[in-house]
């Protein structure tokens, strides 16, 4: 039972859960953005037949390149039902089946036609020139889309021309997400005096769609330490992961953690030497994990981004769930004083690192235009102008 870790360790003792959800097969179409919870294999050889590349015509290749009479025509999706007989080619088109006996296409415009008869430069040419061969692409059980790999458009197109209709793939999970606090005020209310809007619901949400999870339940509850661990422990039953966020400081109605303890959560760390979001807990019950956010909105999402995001991807299948940061030069020095560790609101602009006005972990503002957050290390006092840092977008 932890307190007061540094980032390091707060993100070590996370990817030492190792919490994935289990595989489930989907449609294609429901299987967009997810990652494949095993190797999909071939199910028949692609091309499934001998077909042709081009519109032309096919003969039985020899290197005199005489005439040839044409004596039938293929289409795509026709079934030739004959044996292509020396000195003979048929008109065909791209994709239509090569019939038995022709080896070669002559692409359409290479022949001089006169009335049945086709001439071409059989220089030009060679023995098994544009027809795509059965099996070129890939052949029954071969590996087409390796575990772990993100299903995109192309992925889904690969799989229908193997006539696949369902894939193995880790689902979403059920999220649970509690906004405490008796101040917040959904949107389309009038703001009475010491209220606020609801602010951290729809941008956790917003982050939640943003890594394509969809089922989130929200309940808003009082500060009021029954309401707090009555809805807490419906929570735990209907979801993989539980998200609160306030109720986590030191305060007289800060309620959260005790509530959450009154649930069997067990405790893996409890704050964190950081700007914003110090008073950050995560904890486990059984296979789940729950996060209970500081209020202030810089702080949750900063610790959605840096802790709650990567711990969904895990658990999603996402290999690279955990990648590091990319560097980036920093626009103008900054200086720190306290010994703990910073994000900051960060824009790019032109390759380099702008932090931005308003750090303060109440303050929206830079929020609106930030491309993401600047890590600067516990114990760097001093970061001069130029200098590498760390960037995490969003």
Not at 298 to 322: D, T
Request: glycine share 10%; aromatic share 10%.
């Amino acid at each position: 039972m932890k307190e007061f870790v540094t980032v390091s360790e707060a993100k070590s003792i996370l990817k030492s859960q190792k919490i994935r959800g289990g595989s489930v097969h989907l449609s294609l179409q429901k299987s967009l953005g997810k990652f494949t919870a095993s190797s999909v294999l071939a199910p028949m050889d692609v091309p499934s037949f001998d077909n042709s590349g081009m519109d032309g015509y096919a003969i039985i290749w020899d290197e005199k390149g005489e005439g040839r009479e044409v004596v039938e025509v293929i289409q795509a999706g026709a079934k030739p039902d004959f044996v292509l007989e020396k000195g003979k080619a048929v008109r065909i088109f791209t994709g239509a089946p090569v019939p038995e006996g022709a080896d070669t296409v002559i692409p359409q415009e290479e022949i001089v036609r006169t009335d049945e008869m086709i001439f071409f430069n059989a220089q030009k040419f060679f023995r098994g020139a544009n027809v795509r061969k059965k099996g070129a692409q890939c052949k029954v059980g071969w590996e087409v889309v390796p575990a772990g790999t993100k299903i995109t458009p192309g992925t889904i197109g690969l799989l229908a021309s193997l006539g696949i209709r369902e894939v193995p793939v880790f689902p979403s999970p059920k999220v649970s997400l509690i906004l405490t606090g008796d101040e917040i005020l959904d949107l389309g209310n009038e703001l009475l005096p010491g209220q606020i809007y609801n602010s951290n619901g729809p941008a956790l949400e917003s982050y939640f769609e943003m890594l394509g999870i969809h089922e989130v339940k929200i309940y808003k509850v009082k500060d009021k330490a029954s309401e707090v661990t009555k809805v807490i422990s419906e929570a735990l039953e209907n979801s993989d992961f539980l998200l609160l966020t306030g109720g986590i400081s030191v305060g007289d109605y800060d309620f959260v953690k005790g509530s959450l303890e009154q649930n069997g959560v067990e405790q893996l760390f409890y704050k964190i030497r950081q700007r914003p979001g110090k008073p950050l807990f995560v904890g486990k019950r059984s296979e789940k994990l729950i996060f209970a956010l500081p209020g202030n909105p810089a702080s949750v999402l900063s610790c959605f981004s840096q802790y709650v995001k990567p711990c969904l991807l895990e658990w999603m299948g996402n290999p690279q769930a955990w990648n590091g940061p990319s560097y980036l030069p920093i626009e103008k020095d900054f200086d720190k004083k306290i010994p703990m560790t910073f994000f900051l609101k960060a824009k790019i602009d032109s390759g380099k690192v702008q932090l931005l006005p308003g750090q303060e972990s109440f303050n929206l503002l830079p929020f609106g235009v930030a491309d993401g957050l600047v890590e600067i290390p516990q114990d760097a006092d001093h970061t001069e102008e130029g200098s590498l840092v760390a960037f995490y977008p969003w």
